[in-house]
């Protein structure tokens, strides 16, 4: 067998291969990114818990004092935190591809390599697909992560003003 028509019949399993590692390595990126938007939304509702025990009000604050308005900053910034952390875990459609039903029938009619071929075509669709919409999801962490920040320093300033 000629060094040409091997590397013919191998170029389908090594294309399987990069489709196939690709979107299990996309899908694991999606789980990391959910389990840092829990701990974005874990961190902040504790943040708020515990400085709301230290911030708790002695009696009549002026509605203009820096305390208050430190306050109320770190209370928008609690909120649009919870807004685009619900945003990032929004439902979304993800494409999982071959169909396993197509993968059935094409099994029983198409040769090996065929197949691997066909389907790392697929898993290549899925991962286009995927990939835009993983963008918008770590989008949305970022900003809500942001948040967090603008949260906790608000919080803080509050404490030393108080």
Not at 6 to 30: G, H, T
Not at 47 to 55: D, E, H, N, R, S
Not at 63 to 86: E, H, M, Q, R
């Amino acid at each position: 067998m000629s060094n040409d028509n091997k590397n013919k019949q191998s170029a389908p399993q090594i294309f399987y291969e990069v489709a196939m590692d690709r979107l299990v390595a996309q899908m694991n990126r999606l789980e990391a990114i959910d389990r840092k938007l829990a701990t974005i939304i874990g961190s902040a509702s504790i943040i708020v818990a515990i400085f709301g025990a230290i911030l708790q009000f002695d009696g009549f604050v002026h509605k203009l004092s820096p305390f208050f308005v430190f306050s109320v900053l770190a209370g928008i910034s609690y909120i649009a935190t919870i807004v685009f952390v619900i945003r990032a875990y929004r439902f979304k459609q993800w494409d999982f591809r071959p169909n396993l039903k197509k993968l059935s029938e094409h099994c029983k009619n198409y040769s090996d390599s065929t197949m691997r071929k066909w389907v790392a075509n697929e898993c290549l669709i899925s991962y286009e697909y995927n990939e835009k919409r993983i963008s918008s999801k770590t989008s949305d962490g970022r900003i809500a992560m942001w948040f967090l920040v603008a949260e906790t320093i608000f919080l803080v300033l509050a404490v030393f003003i108080k």
